[in-house]
């Protein structure tokens, strides 16, 4: 028997060889191609894309090809002839009409086996699936969510797909061919990006589901948000300056923080209560003792301009007030075989903290999300609190293991990444109920289409190093070709940064000029106790105790006045350039929602027509107008910038002009953070 290629409601139909195909028009110039070896083809299995983006196609039937079209992008589907056999499976090419390129073509590993569709049984209903595809030479691949490697081109990785701190897979490439590719699948798998092939892969799932699209990088970006969601309207309190550390302990000394900005004239636009404001893991609420009047702090910093946000992590004490319900009601994560606990972290009756064994909830399951929110509510925002911190939400659980992990939409190896994806919907479902338009979660981790449900990424717990420093510039350019365009960072990093120590002083300083023209501003940092950095012998903890008390303290100081007069003093030059930039932020915003287009832009997004715009990676634009070149290195005064081909460049502190298509040489002063204005762009910048 030959293939049979059928129309189907407008998709492509292709059955052969025991294995169904079936391709659908999905988005403006979008194709998303499932695979099966099972009876039929699943249209309730988790996916990032929106239903609504789903289009009729124009198919063209044949004998032994069949071809989907949808806008400029063409999959044609062919019977493959592998070497010294019959005719065996189908073969799978993506091209694009409008330059006739050929974007990705399926490739055997080997001319025998296995094939470039590959299931392999593990259940009655789950295979491990992969799909492998030619490799180009001089091929890019960008995107792929963020990582912590310090690479930009991802060409040559090997990329885990699991989440975890500070590495968090969003699994969508853009490729430097011309095309964006979305793996549409949270099963715990890998991504290889050989110079051999390319193979995609997952450890357990139901079928094979991937989506692609083609264009320039802004056209890639902008139907990846038509597909799987745009960015809600960004608040604008949030474009300000954000204080935060580990952690206020109190109202008092939260307060405290508030009245000193606003006595000096400073600017804040939220101020943050992190973890162990609570009396459980899982009681959602705050400790009485610390906090005992949350209204009447929350009125007072409003006052004053001042947002406050509260870390919430979805972990749970069997200690707590709310367990035995989500016990009972099957709401948290189960275990296969085991207690359902899968973190061993602090926790707090008030007192002293001490070790607990903790279970999650299960996000995937929409009435444990309702419960969640609604405590939240009730505990929270009948104060005024509107902004939350979805913290440890990979879920953080050490030794992860999603094998044994059962949830409520399937197995941890089939759904795993998508819990920070379902926390994130729970949340923003929950605030829409209540009428509160602007959602908005700061997040350590997310999956492919998070950006609809107003996630703020940040970049995790990293340390406070020049090496790291440089890793985050290429971590944010990845992110925003993964479709999340709000992101930040804790400046100055999170751990172990040391007050007294010259060299933390210079990258606290580099790394809040850079801060300034990120998409969300934000200095967080869980600083080495004050009385540890003046010690004359270092101690042998980096904190000067152990894991269990440390958290009991605020760590070292971690305020603008914190460092001495000379970086006070430029720290508030450019808290006051944020401030004036703050409308121009919101018009990045805006734009975002609308198109896509991430604030933070690698120069290839804007510059698609000159080859050595790609090669840049420690530099970005801030929108179209303005370059940020941060300064990376230990000592640096002075740094090498590449101006982009195609455009005049203007040097927003000297008012010197220059030519696009040079790398030139810029004086990079402690105090200064090299800045070019694009082909006259007027920005407050001085």
């Not at 027509?609 to 230990?634: I, K, R, T």
Request: a negative charge.
């Amino acid at each position: 028997m030959g293939p049979s290629f059928t129309e189907q409601d407008g998709a492509l139909l292709c059955r052969y060889n025991a294995e169904t195909i079936r391709i659908d028009a999905w988005g403006p110039d979008g194709l998303r191609l499932r695979g099966t070896v099972a009876q039929g083809m699943r249209d309730d299995a988790l996916s990032a894309l929106l239903a609504e983006a789903r289009r009729p196609g124009t198919v063209t039937l044949g004998v032994e090809t069949a071809r989907m079209v949808n806008g400029r992008l063409a999959c044609d589907v062919s019977v493959g002839h592998t070497h010294g056999e019959p005719k065996q499976e189908l073969n799978v090419r993506f091209t694009d009409l409008v330059t006739g390129r050929e974007l990705l073509t399926e490739q055997r590993p080997h001319f025998a086996w296995p094939p470039a569709r590959h299931y392999k049984a593990d259940s009655a209903e789950t295979w491990t699936i992969e799909t492998t595809f030619r490799a180009h030479d001089g091929e890019r691949f960008w995107g792929l969510g963020q990582r912590q490697h310090g690479l930009f081109d991802q060409k040559g990785c090997v990329l885990p797909m699991l989440q975890d701190n500070s590495e968090v897979n969003i699994p969508f490439a853009v490729s430097s061919r011309g095309y964006g590719f979305l793996w549409n699948n949270p099963a715990v798998g890998r991504i290889e990006l050989g110079r051999s092939l390319t193979r995609w892969r997952a450890d357990c799932a139901r079928q094979l589901d991937y989506w692609v699209t083609a264009g320039t990088p802004a056209e890639i970006m902008k139907n990846y948000a038509d597909a799987t969601g745009h960015a809600p309207a960004f608040p604008q309190w949030a474009s300000g300056f954000w204080q935060s550390r580990l952690r206020y302990r109190n109202q008092e000394e939260l307060l405290a923080v508030a009245r000193e900005h606003h006595r000096r004239g400073l600017p804040m636009s939220c101020i943050v209560i992190d973890f162990f404001h609570w009396t459980h893991h899982g009681d959602w609420k705050f400790d009485p003792v610390a906090w005992p009047d949350p209204a009447v702090m929350v009125r007072e910093l409003r006052d004053m301009g001042i947002e406050v946000m509260v870390s919430i992590w979805p972990t749970v004490n069997l200690n707590s007030e709310n367990a035995p319900r989500m016990l009972e009601e099957g709401w948290l994560i189960r275990a296969d075989r085991g207690l359902p606990t899968f973190k061993i972290q602090l926790d707090t009756d008030t007192g002293a903290l001490y070790k607990v064994p903790l279970a999650f909830y299960d996000s995937t399951n929409p009435e444990a999300r309702a419960f969640v929110f609604d405590v939240v509510r009730r505990n929270y925002m009948q104060y005024g609190i509107r902004a939350f911190w979805l913290d440890a939400c990979e879920p953080e659980c050490r030794p992860t293991h999603p094998e044994i992990m059962r949830l409520h939409l399937g197995g941890g190896m089939e759904v795993l990444n998508a819990y920070p994806f379902f926390h994130e919907r729970g949340f923003w479902e929950g605030m829409q109920a209540t009428g509160e338009q602007e959602g908005m979660f700061l997040c350590r981790s997310a999956w492919a289409g998070s950006q609809r449900y107003g996630t703020l990424l940040w970049s995790g717990d990293i340390r406070s190093t020049f090496e790291v420093f440089r890793a985050q510039i290429r971590a944010g350019l990845n992110i925003g070709l993964s479709g999340l365009g709000w992101w930040t960072t804790d400046i100055g990093g999170f751990y172990e940064g040391n007050g007294e120590d010259p060299e933390f002083r210079e990258l606290l300083v580099r790394w809040f000029e850079w801060g300034a023209f990120c998409p969300v501003f934000r200095l967080h940092g869980f600083r080495i106790p004050n009385e540890v950095t003046k010690l004359k012998d270092k101690p042998a903890k980096p904190y000067g105790k152990d894991s269990v008390l440390v958290f009991t303290d605020t760590g070292g100081d971690n305020e603008v006045w914190s460092w001495g007069e000379e970086v006070y003093d430029i720290l508030c030059r450019y808290l006051a350039l944020r401030e004036r930039l703050r409308p121009y932020v919101m018009r990045l915003m805006a734009e975002y929602s609308e198109t896509g287009a991430p604030p933070m832009r690698a120069l290839l997004f804007e510059f698609p027509d000159d080859p050595a715009a790609a090669d840049v990676e420690d530099c970005h634009m801030l929108g179209s107008d303005l370059l940020v070149a941060p300064v990376q290195h230990y000592q640096a005064r002075e740094r090498a910038v590449y101006l982009p081909a195609g455009a005049e460049w203007t040097c927003a502190w000297t008012g010197q002009c220059f030519a696009g298509g040079q790398r030139i040489s810029v004086p990079a002063p402690l105090e200064r953070i090299p800045l070019f204005l694009r082909d006259g762009a007027k920005l407050p910048i001085v």
